[in-house]
């Protein structure tokens, strides 16, 4: 255990938040999402939201405020959610409000984000249940 470091990020997880530079990308999955047949790395955090865990990464990792759109989440199909938002987006947003207030989501479809999931740095994949419940963040600059 570390003081500040919120308990849900293991050792592992922190290794690869910490390796990572400026513009990496990291997946974070809900329970459902293939993380370990097509993430080059795959952390698993069983037991926490994608939501929470998004939050513990974000008080540590700065999102990207070099691009419009720092986040990305999967875009769902007409008519499966009110206003086609899956309603753990706003739980992602609140998470990326403690960072970065302005920061906007791309909507993707299904098969370009897992394309873009491939080639991210890592997956955390986490006990998330609720549907649609992926996001990938892009590490910013460090600023002292």
């Known amino acids: 255990m570390l003081k500040g ?12 938040i910490a390796e990572m530079g400026h513009g990496d990308e990291l997946v974070i999955s809900d329970g459902n999402f ?4 097509i993430g080059r790395k795959c952390v698993r955090c069983d037991g926490h939201g994608a939501a929470e865990v998004m939050k513990a990464i974000v008080a540590l990792f700065p999102l990207d405020d070099f691009v419009k759109a720092p986040m990305a989440v999967m875009e769902v199909p007409d008519g499966m959610f009110e206003g086609n938002k899956a309603p753990i987006w706003e739980k992602f947003r609140e998470a990326a409000d403690t960072d970065m207030p ?10 370009a984000f897992i394309d873009r999931a491939r080639n991210a740095y890592a997956v955390v994949q986490t ?14 600059v460090v600023r002292l």
């Open 5 to 16: 470091i919120s308990p849900i990020l293991s050792p592992e997880l922190l290794k690869i």
């Open 34 to 37: 293939p993380g370990t047949s």
């Open 102 to 111: 302005s920061a906007e989501f791309e909507m993707m479809e299904h098969d």
């Open 127 to 140: 006990g998330e249940t609720a549907l649609y419940g992926n996001i990938i963040i892009r590490k910013g």
